[in-house]
């Protein structure tokens, strides 16, 4: 299976090369990275591309911390949505939740957890690739765990220190700009990659929160992730999140969603049966949790609730909202008031 990550991915990296003096078209051509598609926001590059990005960035430039750099240089909206999330969140914490959550709309396999380090004090976030065989670049790996450390520091207004850091990959034969960027000597060859932060650093306000702002993008970002399917997700899945988007463009018929799967109508209806299903019964379920999640938020009408799931009439809704609730949707927006 061919994993995937943002074409923005792959532009970030060209500009940092660009910065350090290379020809654009140089490493566009050794790699096959299309510039074109950096214009795109829905546009995807193969994960095999994104890692001859940061190889050959990393050689034509000559810097051997071409990937702290990297982060370093990093500034607001170079990942679209995902980046706004992030820096309109009211906290650091809740800046790196953001992270957590929405990383899929810029990268196929990568995941970010937030835990326990050991310490009441401190606080630990691992970043793993969950695809079987797939192996991170050490300059990808360096960027993303350095990003956490700048854009913290960037958001929150004053400096951050990482209390630890731990890298999959050898040592490089010098760790001075580790230390800089990081705060703190890595340890390489480790299990996994990880960060850990003072939990007074995720405790931070951050004086761009935007609360409003942050609503109207965690929206657009809770659509564009219901529409990315998980790349090794099963059919009801995939359906689901096609459901997702096609309910808003009011065409979520087995035909449409057959169609973008490359399915015929009754091959789609076998693969859901083989896992127990139906599409009325994936469709049903979506609306069921949509509506719920529609009818907390006072500002959306509940005719607009309807026309939001994709219902030629009020009624219909009603009837399907009293059949999985046994309430009308007035009743349960007096309920959640």
């Known amino acids: 299976m061919a994993f995937q990550v943002s074409a923005r991915i792959g532009a970030m ?11 654009p078209a140089e490493i566009t051509r050794e790699t096959g990275f299309d510039p074109t598609l950096a214009g795109d926001p829905d546009a995807r590059i193969d994960f095999a591309v994104e890692e001859a990005l940061w190889a050959t960035a990393a050689r034509l430039t000559g810097d051997d911390a071409f990937g702290l750099h990297a982060a370093e240089a990093l500034r607001p909206g170079a990942f679209d949505v995902l980046d706004y999330a992030v820096r309109t969140a009211p906290t650091v914490r ?28 401190v606080v630990r976030i691992e970043h793993r690739l969950a695809g079987v065989g797939v ?3 050490r300059h990808s790996a360096e960027m993303t765990m350095a990003s956490l450390v700048v854009v913290a520091a960037q958001i929150s207004g004053a400096p951050v220190v990482a209390r630890a850091v731990e890298l999959r990959h050898a040592a490089p034969a010098s760790t001075a700009e580790h230390v800089r960027v990081l705060g703190v000597e890595p340890r390489f060859d480790a299990a996994t990659n990880a960060v850990e932060l003072a939990r007074e650093v995720l405790d931070r306000p951050c004086p761009a929160a935007d609360p409003v702002l942050a609503r109207v993008i965690e929206r657009h970002a809770e659509a564009l992730l219901a529409a990315r399917p ?40 076998r693969r859901l049966a083989d896992e127990g299903l139906t599409f009325d019964a994936v469709l049903d379920d979506l609306r069921r949790e949509l509506a719920l999640r529609y009818l907390a938020d006072p500002r959306i009408a509940i005719a607009e609730v309807a ?20 309430a009308t949707p007035a009743e349960a927006r007096r309920r959640a008031a």
């Open 13 to 23: 990296i060209v500009q940092a090369a660009v910065r350090h003096g290379v020809d």
């Open 94 to 121: 809740a800046a790196l939740d953001r992270v957590a959550r929405y990383n899929r709309l810029e990268h196929d396999v990568a995941t970010f957890t937030i835990g326990d380090a050991g310490d009441p004090e």
């Open 135 to 137: 192996v991170q670049h």
């Open 230 to 269: 998980d790349p090794a997700a099963r059919t009801s899945q995939r359906v689901r999140a096609l459901l997702a988007q096609l309910l808003g463009e009011q065409d979520a018929s087995l035909g449409a969603v057959a169609a973008r799967l490359r399915l015929s109508e009754r091959s789609l209806q």
């Open 307 to 326: 026309y939001l799931l994709a219902y030629s009439e009020t009624s219909a809704f009603h009837r399907a909202f009293k059949r999985w609730t046994g």
